[in-house]
């Protein structure tokens, strides 16, 4: 494997696309492909350090949800804003060049907001949240609606002089002590948005599903990720061990650079949109 940067004419690209070219393919997302629309990814070479909660930790006291729930509030007044940029309408419009799907580890939902048609949420939409005792799944805009009436006090999104947005729209703040949550209004139990938190299992019918668009694929095309946890590197992995051939479009290092037939290390956007312009040239992005 040999990789190459983007100055210039890019060969590794077009061996990539040589490799697509007439072939069904699928996509397996991470964080960098949304840094274009404002959301920061966890690895990237400008990404802040980074400690998120651990889904133990969550659901262990009243003050880790209240911490939480304080830091994901302000996180997603920007978050919840956040538009498609042009790797995301790149990726929709070359499923008329063989994608057949796309796998995300985002929460962001930009790629179903972008017009993919076949998306697994491997870890879930920050856009919902759920009841960890009764189930009961709610939007996400009702929960912040209810918030903002007992928090009024709290800083905008638009001052977070005391927060640092994340990937998962969490933010770091320094006052959350007196942070009033709310509760199910089904059966008065703790919430936590419909993510999965790391310590957490992703569900396993979403991972059987991924691992199906996977098996139907020829290619796999990493995008945006550095492939760091297990959840999205054992598709590579799984690629590689059926002798099919892997494709990755991040900037950095990643975990599974030796087992890819082809790196490209770009930005997802520009190298997206190079790729919409040679295999789907009458779409629009």
């Known amino acids: 494997m040999t990789s190459s940067g983007a100055e210039g004419p890019d060969p590794r690209l077009d061996q990539a696309l040589r490799l697509l070219r007439g072939r069904r ?67 929709a419009a070359l499923e008329q060049a063989g994608l057949i799907g ?25 856009a919902w949240v759920v009841c960890l005792d009764c189930g009961a799944r709610v939007d996400r805009g009702e929960v912040q609606r209810r918030l903002a009436e007992l928090n009024r006090g709290l800083a905008p999104a638009a001052d977070l002089g005391h927060a640092e947005l994340r990937p998962d729209g969490d933010a770091v703040v320094d006052d959350w002590q007196d942070f009033v949550l709310v509760d199910c209004t089904v059966c008065g139990g703790r919430l936590k948005p419909d ?45 590689a061990r059926n002798a099919k051939p892997v494709v990755i479009i991040n900037r950095g290092r990643t975990r599974a650079d030796e087992l890819v037939e082809v790196k490209i290390d770009a930005g997802c956007s520009e190298t997206l949109t190079r790729m919409v312009d040679q295999l789907a040239p009458s779409a629009r992005v």
């Open 25 to 91: 393919w699928v996509a397996l997302t991470g964080a960098g492909v949304s840094t274009d629309s404002g959301i920061p990814d966890y690895r990237g070479p400008t990404a802040p350090k980074a400690t998120p909660m651990l889904y133990d930790e969550f659901v262990g006291s009243r003050a880790a949800q209240q911490r939480y729930w304080a830091r994901s509030y302000l996180g997603w007044q920007r978050i919840g804003r956040a538009e498609p940029n042009a790797g995301h309408r790149a990726l």
């Open 102 to 126: 796309i796998i995300t580890q985002n929460v962001d939902n930009l790629h179903t907001a972008a017009g993919s048609s076949t998306v697994v949420d491997l870890h879930g939409q920050i």
């Open 195 to 239: 993510v999965v938190f790391f310590g957490e299992s992703v569900p396993r019918p979403r991972v059987d599903r991924a691992y199906r668009l996977v098996d139907a694929a020829e290619v796999l095309v990493v995008v945006g990720s550095s492939l760091t946890v297990m959840s999205g590197l054992r598709f590579v992995r799984h690629s």
